[in-house]
């Protein structure tokens, strides 16, 4: 039987050799969904069967955690070193697929504990069950934040075919980097077809792709609203759910042994990439990644205060930027939430010190917090 692979090669193949005209519209937008929903089954297969049932083993600790991609000898290991300060047990060596599990490490900064995951080198086709490539980019699905690597070549230059390909991997799973869930609106309804209402112009999507794509997945009956210039992807990932949302930036490596004119022509060639420049080797802006790191986690501390006693100023608990109350309680210990009766918060979120706060209040970095539970 072919495999969910094969159908999309297929599917690909006959969609490039459909010359569009009038007559051909109607089944290039068949084919184009069909490829997204075969694409998007993928992604269900690797993320419940997490690469093929020997997925990797590493319990999640510390306040967040964050993954490594890359493509073999890139230095990923190296970094790790550098990051944790030699904290992990992970090898380097100047030859491929020197790690070959995922290994952890712990970075500590400013009172947070953030666990690095390093990973083995992916290779082209990772996504489509190449290698580990499945459990490797199935890790990358359950994490807080993404480090992708490239690096300079032994004649000290830069290219991005293979950030291409690592982005198109993390995609080709569902993964979506530094963007927020698609704000499209969908009603099942049981009657009257499909509607479709926007607040924006559309530039991709017209009412026949739209009801194309639908018909896909067996929806003839739903009430749409559009709040943005969606993408025939943000419909599906939308209809789907099944995405996740993670931060991440580019890491580019071995600027030691890069060439001084590929270095003046860095910010052009990235232009529009959230990137540093780093050497794993000399340590050159170590300190100005792990600063990197933590702004893009957006985490925020909250220092816990016992009832008529001074706050706890040496162990925070670390959450996520915009987390409530109902978060921290939930970290704490499930019992807290059950049993809240009201906190007092101190900082930025309190209007007064000390105000009187429910589950929902949002908190901000720094805020001293009392819960109060019920006997
Ligand atoms: N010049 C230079 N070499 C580096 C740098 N970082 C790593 N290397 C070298 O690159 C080689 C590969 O480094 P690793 O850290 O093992 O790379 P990796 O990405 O973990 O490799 P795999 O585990 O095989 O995927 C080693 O010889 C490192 O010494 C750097 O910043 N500059
Ligand atoms: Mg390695």
């Not at 900064?109 to 580990?132: C, F, H, T, V």
Request: net charge positive; glycine share 8%; charged share 25%.
């Amino acid at each position: 039987m072919p495999t969910t692979e094969d159908r999309i090669a297929d599917l690909e193949a006959l969609l490039k050799s459909t010359i569009p005209n009038k007559h051909t519209m109607k089944s290039i937008l068949t084919l184009r969904a069909n490829i997204a929903k075969l694409r998007r089954e993928l992604v269900k297969e690797i993320s419940s069967r997490g690469g093929g049932g020997t997925g990797f083993s590493v319990k999640k600790s510390g306040d967040a955690q964050v993954g490594f991609i890359g493509f073999p000898s890139t230095g990923k290991s190296t970094l790790l070193n550098r990051l944790t300060g030699g904290h992990t047990d992970s090898k380097v060596a100047a030859y491929d697929f020197t790690t070959v599990d995922c290994v952890p490490g712990m970075m500590n900064y400013e009172k947070m504990r953030i666990q690095l995951l390093d990973l083995p080198g992916i290779i082209l086709g990772a996504s489509r069950g190449k290698g580990r490539g499945r459990e490797i980019l199935a890790v990358l699905r359950s994490v807080d934040g993404i480090m992708m690597i490239i690096d300079f070549d032994f004649e000290g230059r830069l290219t991005l075919d293979r950030l291409t390909i690592i982005k198109q991997e993390l995609y080709n799973i569902g993964v979506r980097l530094n963007r927020k869930p698609p704000n499209i609106g969908i009603k099942y309804t049981h009657k009257g077809g499909i509607g479709m209402s926007t607040g924006v112009k559309l530039t991709h999507l017209t009412p026949d792709y739209v009801r194309t794509i639908l018909s896909e997945y067996n929806i003839t009956n739903a009430q749409l609203t559009f709040y943005e210039d969606s993408t025939p992807d943000d419909l599906i990932d939308s209809i789907l759910g099944n995405c996740q949302y993670v931060p991440a930036f580019l890491i580019v490596n071995k600027i030691d042994i890069a060439r001084p004119d590929e270095v003046a022509k860095l910010p052009e060639l990235l232009k529009g990439e959230d990137w540093i420049p780093v050497s794993g080797v000399t340590g050159y802006n170590i300190d100005a990644l792990r600063e990197k790191l933590i702004k893009k986690l957006d985490l925020i501390r909250i220092f816990l205060k016992p009832r008529d006693k001074e706050p706890d100023m040496n162990k925070p608990l670390i959450l996520k930027s915009g987390a409530t109350i109902h978060d921290a309680c939930n970290k704490i210990h499930k019992d807290f939430a059950r049993n809240f009766r009201f906190a007092k918060v101190w900082g930025k979120s309190a209007k007064h010190p000390g105000q009187v706060v429910h589950l929902t209040h949002q908190l901000c970095d720094g805020d001293v917090l009392t819960i109060f539970m019920r006997a």
